[in-house]
């Protein structure tokens, strides 16, 4: 069969795991299908001007010019990176993107910000990072963001959350078009799931809310953070800081963007996943300290918003040394379940 053409975008600043990621899918996939008969992908790295580019973390890559694209596109790969805003401003790489007329279109990370511009994803139900999707649901009004799922097929467009799930995406795409066994023993050689377990949410740690300037708000955090097993009602809270209830309350969504109880339900969640990664403690301990009550209460919570139980979550990221992880042998989901 002949080779199908794949195509990945490349701008300086891009992230370099967007491109390096699916490449080593597509060129396992072929180094396979050469036994078939099957020609596989053909891989071209191409930027505006031909030479290197320097990714985001300062790696260089050589590739060519988007004009060494002579035949059919079978896939069009869109990277993201911190360089993509620039990348969408300039005309010339969003005209060709634009003229493109290929099989399928995939984006990984913040790549739908330089699709969007190219009319490429128009209408689209997309997802990308997760630290980025209210942007980009903001800025493209016209997208459908969901910031959950590891990747999303909409039509002929497919998209991939942060910088390691667009080896998840390509690895879909392979088993779409050769099917599972290839794809799964391409999964074996880069040590990863077919399917990726439960979704983006797992990786959104409050570590990324910010911190209250006010004296009183940040007070009230360092206590909530420090020992979130502690009652911590917003008038117990507003009275340890010595601030009136209401007055506490709206200064606490001023400054962090949640209301207490919301920082609080956050906190706790975190603190109980980083006790499930980190050791082999009890339920029952965890739920205690963290300020869950009950493993019911704990096991509720994750399953609402991680799509996974407590123990399913401490199987598959635990480090601990005695975890279970080193013995389990549960099948990994699919990432949409």
């Not at 006790?275 to 965890?286: Q, V």
Request: charged share 20%; aromatic share 6%.
């Amino acid at each position: 069969m002949t080779a199908r053409a794949i195509v990945i975008v490349a701008f300086d600043g891009v992230q370099a795991l967007d491109i390096t990621g699916p490449h080593e899918v597509f060129a396992g996939a072929t180094t396979l299908l050469a036994g078939r008969g099957d020609d596989g992908y053909r891989i071209e790295v191409v930027a505006r001007t031909a030479g290197q580019i320097r990714t985001e973390s300062g790696l260089g890559l050589h590739v060519a010019s988007l004009d060494s694209v002579s035949e059919p596109i079978d896939t069009l790969v869109i990277p993201g990176g911190t360089g993509v805003e620039a990348a969408a401003d300039d005309g010339e790489l969003v005209a060709w993107l634009a003229a493109q007329r290929p099989r399928r279109v995939a984006t990984v990370c913040s790549g739908p910000f330089l699709a969007a511009p190219a009319g490429l994803i128009a209408g689209r139900r997309v997802t990308t990072h997760w630290a980025r999707a209210g942007q980009l649901a903001a800025t493209h009004p016209d997208l459908d963001v969901d910031a959950d799922p590891v990747y999303i097929q909409d039509g002929h467009v497919w998209s991939s959350a942060g910088v390691t799930a667009g080896i998840d995406l390509s690895l879909a795409l392979v088993h779409e078009d050769v099917g599972v066994d290839i794809a799964q023993t391409v999964a074996r050689w880069l040590v990863m799931f077919l399917h990726r377990p439960a979704n983006q949410s797992q990786f959104a740690a409050p570590v990324w809310i910010p911190r209250a300037e006010d004296d009183g708000v940040r007070q009230a955090q360092a206590l909530i953070d420090g020992r979130p097993g502690d009652d911590h009602r917003v008038g117990r809270l507003a009275h340890r800081v010595a601030m009136s209830e209401r007055h506490f309350q709206r200064r606490f969504v001023e400054q962090v963007g949640m209301t207490p109880g919301k920082y609080v339900a956050e906190i706790r969640f975190e603190a109980a996943r980083r006790a499930l990664e980190e050791s082999n403690d009890p339920l029952g301990a965890i739920a205690s300290r963290t300020g869950f009550g009950s493993p019911e209460s704990m096991r509720r919570a994750f399953v609402q918003r991680i799509g996974t139980s407590p123990d399913g979550y401490r199987q598959r990221f635990s480090v601990h040394p005695s975890s279970p992880l080193h013995h389990t042998h549960e099948r990994p989901g699919d990432p949409h379940d």
